[in-house]
């Protein structure tokens, strides 16, 4: 088994008066955390506060970039152009390195967010776009890429720092796709089914599909979406049950 692993979360999901998740308490436990940069939520304000409190907890922080689709979180396909994506985000880097910047607590990767970030995984052109920008901005930021995805494949022939990540609350396909959320079964709520799960992948070095299949694959950071309303309680099982059997929570930048 992996001595470490990083835990990781989606956060500064609010926007304005609308807030989204428990940021505070996920900070508590993760070893990293990935900033909406605006479009899809967040808003300076949020990414400001979020990443001093980051700051204050020695969490690792990132850009987590995404479709402009505030009314859809960001999990809506919106058919831009490779060019307007690279565009977006880049845009979106550099919103995460001033505001962290200004925080006094740099971001050190970039993980696409929601519709994007499944594309990065499926669409070659996607996976490239994203690469680009990422390159093309900071070129020292680390890809934290979904598992056996595009985009970890390019990073890596780019010449980018890649790492690859496996989600803890999302079933996965025979194919290694995420379930669709529209699906039932896609999102896992109960924290002992997750950590038992999340403890198979990281103990078999690979995802663990719907049918039971395996998919051999890196497995340097776990997944645990804020947005859920047990976020908390199944961050909180799967580091307590990871830690039980000896593995590290640390971040990928080891």
């Not at 609010?14 to 428990?22: E, H, K, N, T, V």
């Not at 308490?25 to 990935?34: E, H, P, R, T």
């Not at 970030?117 to 996607?126: A, I, P, R, S, Y």
Request: hydrophobic share 45%; charged share 20%.
């Amino acid at each position: 088994m992996a001595l470490s692993v990083d835990l990781n979360s989606d956060m500064a999901e609010g926007f304005g008066a609308y807030r989204m998740g428990d940021d505070d308490a996920m900070l508590s436990i993760v070893s990293s955390a990935n900033i909406a940069c605006g479009l899809h939520a967040g808003d300076p304000e949020i990414m400001a506060s979020t990443f001093a409190v980051a700051r204050s907890k020695g969490v690792a922080v990132g850009a987590h970039p995404g479709f402009p689709d505030l009314w859809g979180f960001g999990r809506r396909n919106i058919p831009f152009s490779a060019g307007e994506i690279e565009r977006l985000v880049a845009y979106q880097i550099g919103a995460a390195q001033a505001l962290s910047t200004y925080a006094g607590h740099p971001i050190t990767h970039v993980k696409a967010h929601g519709a994007l970030g499944n594309l990065t995984q499926q669409d070659e052109g996607v996976a490239q776009a994203v690469n680009n920008a990422i390159k093309a901005v900071d070129p020292s930021l680390v890809c934290l890429t979904i598992a056996l995805g595009h985009q970890e494949r390019l990073a890596r022939e780019m010449g980018l720092t890649c790492r690859s990540e496996i989600f803890a609350d999302r079933a996965y396909t025979d194919e290694g796709f995420l379930v669709h959320r529209s699906k039932p079964g896609a999102v896992i709520h109960d924290a002992a089914e997750a950590a038992a799960r999340v403890v198979r992948m990281v103990k078999n070095g690979a995802i663990e599909t719907v049918t039971g299949r395996l998919i051999v694959t890196s497995v340097d950071s776990i997944c645990v979406h804020s947005d859920t309303p047990s976020a908390v309680s199944i961050a909180r099982t799967i580091r307590d049950a990871l830690e039980a059997e000896g593995v590290t929570i640390a971040n990928f930048l080891r």
